[in-house]
């Protein structure tokens, strides 16, 4: 079952699995990002409160993203504008 025997070894096929899996950990991910994954892990243990919190969190930094690229870039709206109308809190 996944991977591993019955004497506790991982067969070879699901190294590069493993490796990549480990990659991972180094670079940690974005917070909507873990946010949502925390939001998904909330649902599937029926903790439907934490799971709309962590996603609700995870949709305002997307949004709060969204807004002011929109905004500076496509509107070419000042930064320091955008900064008063769409606050920061990274």
Do not use: C
């Amino acid at each position: 079952m996944f991977g591993f025997s019955h004497h506790g070894e991982i067969k070879m096929a699901f190294w590069t699995d493993v490796s990549e899996a480990l990659e991972d950990l180094r670079d940690p991910p974005p917070p909507e990002q873990e946010f949502l994954m925390n939001a998904t892990a909330h649902r599937r243990d029926k903790n439907y409160r934490l799971a709309v919190m962590e996603s609700v969190i995870s949709l305002e930094i997307v949004l709060t993203e969204y807004v002011t690229n929109y905004l500076t870039v496509h509107k070419k709206v000042p930064k320091k504008r955008v900064a008063n109308f769409v606050p920061r809190s990274r």
